[in-house]
């Protein structure tokens, strides 16, 4: 399974992602994303959907700097400024646990 991910165009702003947990609910294996840029940037997706998407790229694609980060994510960031963003919490056996 590749942990690392880049979105086509933009998920929020961002094209970056890392998988940080695997969990199954009702026989479906679901995987949940966060954005290396900005925790607050996550999403929990199918692994079968991501795996077979036209949006996500497997592995990190290099790409310039000013194309990184989109003005979507600035306008995002500003509106939520206040709003508290869902957590993300990093199960025991994530590859990211580094408790």
């Given amino acids: 399974m590749n942990l690392y991910w880049t979105h086509k165009n933009y998920f929020c702003g961002l094209k970056h992602f890392v998988v940080v947990n695997e969990f199954e609910i009702n026989k479906n294996i679901l995987l949940e994303l966060v954005s ?58 994530s590859p990211f646990n580094i408790s």
């Fill in 36 to 93: 290396v840029l900005d925790s607050n940037v996550n999403l929990t997706i199918l692994k079968d959907e991501l795996e077979v998407s036209e949006e996500w790229i497997p592995g990190w694609q290099e790409i310039s700097s000013n194309n990184a980060i989109s003005d979507e994510y600035l306008l995002i960031k500003k509106h939520f400024k206040k709003e508290i963003c869902k957590s993300v919490f990093v199960k025991e056996n």
